[in-house]
């Protein structure tokens, strides 16, 4: 159980174009799911936590208009990465957290943004 | 503040042989921990979770880990490597919002 859906795997674009990235929970509903960023051999950057039904809260230093989130449904949020540059080439995954706090994250298997 | 440590970036062992991974983490409150692990270009596994019940959790694929609060500590261990587990292994903490801290890794390599 807890599956967490994310796709694309991998997406190449050109600079000045916008990227879609989605993440769905697959067997459980996720009031909260959170999107981070990994550069290479390194950990994992939260960039911004999306509440079902509300605004996403972004991590300083996160441009908002930037990393478009949505979460319209309790089982669906949207990163758009708009007017990609190369600067944004990097692996970004998404985790959902169920209803109970405290409950592990469940993480999709990423997406491997490249802008050329 | 709160925070988690991997001591270790780089962890070696031979095969068969015992793993350790240190973490230790500093927070005012009553932790919830987490191991992590993470193959290459995938997203991360759960191995296991610590979450005030008993302080030695057993996880997936052989791994446990001991909750130590006199040391806030909580080493990941397992007896007997396996070439599979070689990986990149995230400590990771929340007290209780929704907002969790990572470690920054602990790469194993298996050696043959």
């Known amino acids: 159980g807890a599956v967490v859906s994310q796709h694309p795997s991998w997406v190449i674009c050109k600079s000045g174009t916008s990227v879609k990235i989605e993440c769905r929970s697959l067997?459980?509903?996720?009031?909260?799911m959170f999107w981070y960023r990994q550069f290479p051999k390194q950990s994992l950057m939260l960039m911004a936590t999306?509440?079902?039904?509300?605004?996403?809260?972004?991590e300083q230093g996160v441009e908002k208009d930037k990393f478009l989130i949505n979460h319209a449904s309790l089982t669906l949020s949207t990163l758009t990465v708009t007017s990609a540059h190369p600067e944004d080439s990097s692996f970004y995954i998404c985790?959902?957290?169920?209803?109970?706090?405290?409950?592990?994250?469940?993480f999709g298997n990423g997406t491997r943004l490249t802008v050329t | 503040a709160q925070s988690v440590t991997q001591l270790d970036s780089h962890v070696s062992v031979s095969e068969g042989t015992p793993v350790l991974l240190r973490c230790n983490y500093s927070?005012?409150?009553?932790?919830?921990l987490f191991w992590y692990v993470q193959h290459p270009n995938k997203g991360l596994q759960l191995l296991l979770k610590?979450?005030?019940?008993?302080?030695l959790v057993k996880g997936i694929n052989g791994f446990e880990a001991e909750f130590k609060k006199s040391e806030t500590s909580f080493h990941l261990t397992k007896p007997s490597a396996h070439m599979s587990d070689a990986a990149e292994y995230f400590c990771?903490?929340?007290?209780?919002?929704?907002?969790?801290?990572f470690g920054t890794g602990t790469r194993l390599k298996v050696l043959a």
């Open positions: 610590y979450t005030s019940a008993a302080t």
């Open positions: 067997d459980f509903q996720a009031t909260t």
């Open positions: 999306s509440n079902e039904g509300s605004k996403a809260t972004y």
């Open positions: 990771a903490f929340t007290s209780g919002t929704y907002k969790y801290i």
């Open positions: 985790s959902a957290s169920q209803v109970l706090s405290n409950s592990p994250l469940h």
């Open positions: 927070s005012s409150y009553s932790p919830s």
